[in-house]
């Protein structure tokens, strides 16, 4: 079992950047690949961002290519999508979620949860 809390979501004017973290709790945290997926009202939840267990292959939806980082340190069991570049399309709602295999893009692969945190971009 693994638990996931998110933080680090808040309001931000475009441009300007955050840090999400994820926190896990739990055995093995480093067996899982961590994702990122963010929703937006009226909208359908999509990849942002992923990162392996093992070396750290990243991947990134084309909206968040170039713009976010995503990064993962096992020793404190923490994953972190840092954000640089927001702009007002950005804004979502951000989960993160670990999964033991399968496809890091596809939401039906991913175990585990957070509650999501609120990021908002202001024009």
């Known amino acids: 079992q693994v638990q996931l809390v998110e933080s680090g979501g808040g309001l931000v004017q475009a441009g300007g950047s955050l840090r999400l973290s994820c926190a896990a709790s739990?055995?093995?945290?480093?067996?899982?690949?961590m994702g990122w997926f963010r929703q937006a009202p009226g909208l359908q939840r999509e990849h942002v961002a992923a990162?392996?267990?093992?070396?750290?292959?990243?991947y990134y939806s084309d909206s968040a290519k170039g713009r976010f980082t995503v990064s993962r340190d096992n020793a404190t069991n923490t994953a972190y999508l840092q954000m640089n570049s927001l702009k007002p399309e950005d804004t979502a709602v951000y989960f993160c979620?670990?999964?033991?295999?399968?496809?890091?893009?596809?939401?039906?692969?991913?175990?585990?949860w957070g509650q999501g945190t609120q990021v908002t971009v202001s024009s």
């Open positions: 979620a670990a999964t033991l295999g399968g496809s890091v893009w596809l939401e039906r692969f991913y175990d585990y």
């Open positions: 739990g055995r093995t945290f480093n067996a899982y690949a």
């Open positions: 990162i392996t267990w093992g070396f750290g292959t990243t």
